[in-house]
């Protein structure tokens, strides 16, 4: 049972355009939602999160979007760099019971086109 | 600040041995969760201790057990390894409360042969 789900496995975007990348969850219990950058033979690293009272969170090129109606999240990064190419996951929890288990999507890999 | 370190990178091991894997987290963090990841499965939880008590547990056979200390360190053991074993381990540290971000470290890559 795939509770947290990204379903393009790769994107390519150009230099300085837009990338968007998507995560939809099914389990209506997690609220708090997380996005990692993984490079190959590194552990993920933190971007950015957002708690389920907020629509929005931005931190530099970064923005998180929730829709928690259609349990739906995105991540926007605005300008694309070459640097930004890598695997990103999607994370979610459930954080009242000071839960730390993270269930993660399947992850995509984006490709910054020069 | 120092991050969050796995030892050993990498390892070789053969069916039905067992393995130690260590997790130092960041300083002043208390809790450490460890996470497998394969190409089949994706990242997939295994266990969280904090405070040296094993708080929260995916699921995963009984072959897979940890434990932390008192300093919050935090060793894995698998136990007659398989080939199915064989994957990326990463553990990752936090302050333990609620909507804490984790971080993680770089991993220890067993392969299983």
């Known amino acids: 049972d795939q509770q947290v789900k990204q379903n393009s496995p790769s994107l390519s975007v150009q230099e300085g355009r837009i990338s968007i990348l998507n995560c939809d969850y099914t389990?209506?219990?997690?609220?708090?939602f997380l996005w990692y950058k993984k490079y190959p033979a590194e552990g993920p690293t933190f971007l950015i999160s957002?708690?389920?009272?907020?629509d929005k969170n931005e931190d530099g090129r970064f923005t998180v979007f929730l829709n928690k109606s259609a349990k739906h999240l995105s991540l926007h990064i605005v300008p694309s760099q070459p640097g930004d190419s890598a695997v990103y996951f999607c994370?979610?929890?459930?954080?009242?019971?000071?839960?730390?288990?993270?269930?993660f999507g399947t992850g995509t890999r984006l490709t910054i086109i020069p | 600040k120092a991050g969050v370190t796995q030892t050993p990178r990498y390892l070789i091991k053969t069916r039905g041995q067992q393995v130690t894997l260590s997790c130092s987290p960041i300083?002043?963090?208390?809790?450490v969760s460890w996470y497998q990841q394969t190409p089949g499965q994706g990242l997939q939880f295994l266990f969280e201790?904090?405070?040296?008590?094993?708080?929260n547990k995916g699921n995963f056979p009984g072959r897979f057990s940890g434990r932390q200390f008192s300093n919050s360190r935090s060793e894995m053991n698998v136990s007659t390894l398989e080939l199915g074993d064989s994957a990326l381990y990463l553990c990752?540290?936090?302050?333990?409360?609620?909507?804490?971000?984790?971080?993680f470290g770089p991993g220890t890559r067993l392969l299983v042969l």
């Open positions: 990752a540290s936090s302050f333990g409360g609620p909507g804490e971000t984790q971080y």
């Open positions: 389990n209506s219990m997690f609220d708090y």
């Open positions: 957002i708690s389920s009272i907020k």
């Open positions: 994370a979610a929890s459930i954080t009242n019971f000071g839960n730390e288990k993270l269930t």
């Open positions: 300083s002043g963090h208390r809790s």
């Open positions: 201790y904090f405070s040296e008590t094993q708080r």
